[in-house]
């Protein structure tokens, strides 16, 4: 009896304490972390997120220490009741604002809410090393024009005296990035839009470096109003009727030609701008073009550029949109020629445009040649002035046959007629970036 109440005791104690060990040392293992950015450059304002996990046990306590030679301050320093898996914490190095540039130690100490170590859990710690810099990029314009008319184009030539991530012009919720040039300045052509007013007219050049810094300054550029005209365009059956066949395929279904002429008119019309928004991305990073543009030869003006057109069926207004483009008249199945060099970035057919050529110059400036009856040219040709791309047609959205000639900035519809003025060319870009 006697002895099998000594090994019941015996046993209970061994069991007691293979418990203890078991609490003790089943998780030796600390949180595991991950911190991003883990390295590169930073500025006092670049967002971290830390996430630290420990699946045994769960996290317990973190800490965030930021070290710059004899410089220390804590970032982040938590601890917590409940035991979950994973933590997620954001900081920044603010306090580092005066700390100035160079290199920086973050100490990231993670412990979690194990038993071991009678009690204290296991901690891992990781440094990660990554470079401060809190100077954002200066920016010197050293050429800007005057004045820009209302939906035409400006350059101005300035230089960063650093790297940059990103550069450009931003006028609204548009952006004109800027192109790095040999000589390491940048050039960034962008515009005075045509639906905006002089008075909501405030661009302003940016650059934000590696890490993260940002400078935007305003640009003293006068904005010249431009009055557009206003144009109404007569919508005969006869024209909708047969026009719109060529749409049934994009807009299948039962529906009259002005309900199909109405979707064309809007929805495709949106479509093919926002296309040409993400054609005006494939652009070289250098000027492909020198001296003036070329219009189509022999031809007369139709119609111009931000015309605001006024649809009109049976007396009544349907619908109203702005022509973005000239409209060129010559004789049915004109030769179209380049309007100066570059290389060919679309040749196809695109909604409204009918079959279309777009060329781009360099620097997010493209050309665009619509409504023909003929391609001569593919995708990635390269072009010189004169080239002939097509002929001229009345494929999309066109009446009669003719040539509609666009000038496209980073993806926005500019004012062709600046581009066909040699003289605008020079006052504006040619001479101005030569001094
Ligand atoms: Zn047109």
């Keep these: 009896m006697k002895k099998f109440l000594l090994s019941t005791v015996l046993l209970t104690l061994v069991g007691g304490l293979v ?3 078991f609490l003790l040392f089943r998780d030796q293992a600390g949180p595991q972390m991950t911190l991003t950015p ?3 450059r930073i500025s006092p304002q670049t967002p971290f997120t830390l996430n630290v996990k420990d699946v045994e046990s769960g996290v317990k306590a973190l800490s965030v220490r930021v070290q710059k030679n004899s410089r220390e301050f804590v970032a982040l320093d938590e601890e917590w009741t409940d035991k979950l898996v ?16 160079g290199s920086v130690k973050i100490i990231v100490k993670a412990t979690d809410a194990s038993f071991s170590g009678f009690g204290k859990g296991n901690t891992s710690t990781q440094t990660f ?14 050429t800007l024009p005057p004045y820009v008319r209302r939906g035409g184009t400006a350059c101005i030539a300035y230089t ?8 450009g012009v931003t006028v609204e919720d548009l952006y004109f990035p800027g192109y790095r040039q040999p000589d390491g300045s940048y050039l960034c052509f962008f515009a005075f839009p045509y639906y905006m007013t002089t008075s909501n007219f405030a661009p302003r050049v940016t650059a934000e470096d590696e890490a993260g810094n940002v400078t935007s300054i305003a640009l003293a550029i006068k904005p010249l109003h431009v009055e557009f005209r206003v144009d109404t365009i007569p919508l005969p059956d006869s024209f909708l009727d047969s026009k719109m066949q060529d749409f049934t395929d994009e807009f299948p279904g039962q529906m009259s030609s002005l309900e199909r002429f109405l979707k064309v008119n809007r929805d495709l019309r949106k479509a093919n701008r926002a296309a040409l928004l993400s054609i005006g991305h494939k652009t070289s990073p250098t000027m492909l073009w020198s001296g003036r543009f070329l219009n ?49 970035v679309f040749a196809d057919d695109m909604g ?20 023909l009856s003929e391609m001569h040219v593919k995708d990635g040709d390269t072009v010189n002035r004169g080239d002939i791309l097509g002929l001229t047609g009345a494929t999309g959205m066109a009446g009669g046959d003719h040539l509609h000639f666009g000038v496209i900035l980073s993806g926005l519809p500019v004012q062709p007629l600046e581009w066909l003025d040699q003289r605008w060319i020079r006052h504006n870009i040619t001479d101005r970036l030569a001094q």
């Design 19 to 21: 418990l203890v060990g």
């Design 38 to 40: 883990a390295e590169g």
């Design 86 to 101: 994973s933590r997620t914490a954001e900081f920044s190095l603010k306090e580092s604002a005066d700390f100035g540039e």
């Design 129 to 142: 090393t990554l470079r401060l810099d809190s100077q954002p990029p200066r920016i010197s314009v050293t």
């Design 160 to 167: 960063v005296n650093e790297e940059v991530k990103s550069t």
């Design 296 to 344: 189509l030869p022999n031809a007369s003006n139709r119609a111009r550029f931000a015309d605001h057109r006024s649809y009109m069926y049976k007396g009544q207004k349907v619908d109203d949109q702005y022509h973005l483009g000239l409209d060129m008249a010559s004789i049915a199945r004109a030769p179209v020629p380049a309007a100066n060099n570059g290389t060919v």
């Design 352 to 371: 409204i445009y009918g079959l279309c050529v777009i060329v781009d110059h360099g620097l997010g400036l493209q050309t665009l040649y619509a409504h």
